[in-house]
């Protein structure tokens, strides 16, 4: 197996992508811990189901707003596990603001979502960057969105933070070479997602009726990238899209 002895770690694996990546990882061999921030009783049964089919998985709670956390977090990893190959920096939090609603989107909002999106993604890969370092073959895999390339998705501060997490994919990509790969994932629209059911319906069917594919990505589709970037030795500071070919997007 692609990822036998290997640790990783996975947040927001109690959400719907999360889980998937948390199934994949562990299908391939990994250790896996999902993180959770309210949803116990969904990380519970994830892990229950990973471990029904003979794979290794451990949840633990994080808000990952708080940078303590953050930090307690890798260290009772690095405690309990003794090392850490894989990081998923998957969880994000969004709420659904036009963007021509400028009064709407508060600045406690714009602080929210910041925070969790962008600034908890860098604070994991910092805490995490001695013990990825340490064996060598460390891989960080963010989940931007398709949202932070052109400026269309649940809110202007949504966009913006993938945009930053797609830019902070590159720079820690520099910063943490030659033994830390960083690479990234950017799904448009993905089927049977809870955040996607946020979406307004003509969004959505506007990104069905553009993929030149005929279909946009399932979980499964979003899974598949990260396999294939934690299990690649050349690839480093790329941004992935996902999304069943947008015209749009393409470059
Ligand atoms: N679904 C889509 O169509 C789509 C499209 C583009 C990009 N994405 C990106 O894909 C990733 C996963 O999305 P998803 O659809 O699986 O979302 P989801 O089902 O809503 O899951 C979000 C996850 O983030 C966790 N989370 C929320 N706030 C948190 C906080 N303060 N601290 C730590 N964890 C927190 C949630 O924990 P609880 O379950 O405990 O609340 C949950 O595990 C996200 O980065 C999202 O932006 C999704």
Redo the contacts with the bound molecule.
């Keep these: 197996m692609k990822l036998q002895n290997k640790v990783a770690l996975v ?8 889980s998937a990546v948390a199934r994949h990882l562990a299908e391939a061999g990994a250790k896996v811990i999902i ?5 116990k009783q ?2 519970q049964e994830v892990v229950d189901d990973i471990k029904a089919k003979g794979g290794a998985a451990a949840f633990t709670q ?4 708080n940078p303590l956390a953050i930090d307690a977090c890798v260290d009772s990893i690095v405690k309990e596990y003794g090392r850490l190959d894989v990081l998923v920096n ?5 709420i659904g603001i036009p963007f021509v609603c400028l009064d709407d989107l508060t600045s406690d909002i714009w602080d929210r979502v910041l925070e ?2 962008l600034r ?1 993604p860098f604070l994991l890969a910092r805490a995490a960057s001695k013990i990825l370092k340490a064996n060598g073959g460390g891989h960080i895999v963010n ?5 932070g390339i052109s400026p269309g998705s649940s809110s202007i501060a949504y966009s913006a933070s ?1 945009a930053g997490l797609n830019h902070l994919t590159r720079c820690l990509a520099v910063a943490m070479a030659p033994e830390v790969a960083v690479n990234c994932v950017a ?4 089927e049977d ?4 059911k946020r979406l307004p319906n003509a969004v959505a069917q506007s990104a069905r009726r553009q993929a030149v594919l005929g279909r946009v990505g399932q979980v499964e589709d ?1 899974a598949e990238q990260v396999l294939t970037f934690v299990t690649s030795t050349s690839i480093t500071g790329q941004i992935m899209v996902v999304d069943g070919g947008m015209p749009g997007v393409m470059r």
Excluded at 11 to 18: A, E, K
């Design positions: 947040t927001g694996g109690s959400g719907d992508i999360g993180t959770y921030v309210g949803a969904t990380a994080l808000d990952q707003r998957n969880a994000a939090w969004n969790i999106n908890g989940i931007s969105s398709a949202g993938k799904p448009g629209l993905v997602t809870r955040m996607a979003i």
